[in-house]
């Protein structure tokens, strides 16, 4: 069993839920969450950009210019067995990456 992992069974011993150390598991929830709410909206119709300008969307931020952080689309797999690595190796998996 994994440790921070708790499935609960229904009377059969069938898996039906599943607990999860957010304290231990807490980003790798947060990944499962955000694919999970993107699967939800996959059929949601798809909005034209184009058909909009930015100026309809007033926004004020703060930038930060020391740091840059990159977004990149990446097999849920594979960020699973990056995590795994990050983790045996006591680093994060942004250190990782950017060994």
Do not use: C
């Amino acid at each position: 069993m994994v440790e921070g992992v708790q499935f609960i069974v229904d009377d059969a011993g069938k898996k039906t839920a599943v607990i999860i150390s957010l304290e231990k598991w807490g980003e790798l929830w947060e990944d499962i969450y955000d694919i999970l709410v993107s699967e939800s909206r996959r059929d949601e119709p798809a909005v034209p950009w184009d058909s909009h300008d930015a100026a309809d969307f007033p926004v004020e931020f703060d930038v930060d210019v020391q740091t840059r952080r990159h977004y990149v689309a990446m097999d849920p797999d594979l960020l699973k067995r990056l995590r795994q690595e990050a983790q045996a190796r006591g680093i994060s998996a942004e250190s990782l990456i950017n060994l």
